[in-house]
């Protein structure tokens, strides 16, 4: 098992040897989706931090924190390449080609009408700050449920 770090420094790494950026909003969305997608395709977590449904979408804290000095600016550290296996390399780059073209906005908005977020926000306000964990369960099931769609 990975940690989230490692999975946000392969988003980074692989941004910048394809002349893209990442802001701290889209790369807590796109290493969330990449955990949503590893736990419905692969029925395992990615990593073992957890997701947190804040105001603006699923954020894993430690992540929020590494990088919370950039604000909404691109962040410019300069990750390491990751060593990964070729499956998980395979599946982050999937993930990237489904969510990458979104603007960090736009990755906002998708998240705030899915189930899983929407489940750990039951209750709280829009502008709740909130710090309540979305379950690998709900996670699972919801794109178990979207992967099985798009077979049909």
Known sequence: MKTANQVADYFLY???????VLTNLKLQ????YAQAWHLALKDAALFPEPIEAWVHGPVIPTLYGRFKQFGWKAITDEPQ????????AKHLEEVFSVYG?????????????????????????????????????????YYRKLAKQKQA
């Open 29 to 32: 969305k796109l290493v969330y």
């Open 101 to 141: 073209h979104f603007s960090a906005w736009d990755l906002e908005r998708m998240t705030h009408q899915e189930e899983p977020w929407r489940n750990a926000r039951k209750g709280l306000s829009p502008d709740d700050e909130g710090h309540q964990v979305i379950t690998h369960a709900d996670m699972r099931g």
């Open 81 to 88: 390449s990751p060593s990964f296996t070729n499956g998980t």
């Open 14 to 20: 692989f941004c910048r040897q394809h002349g893209d």
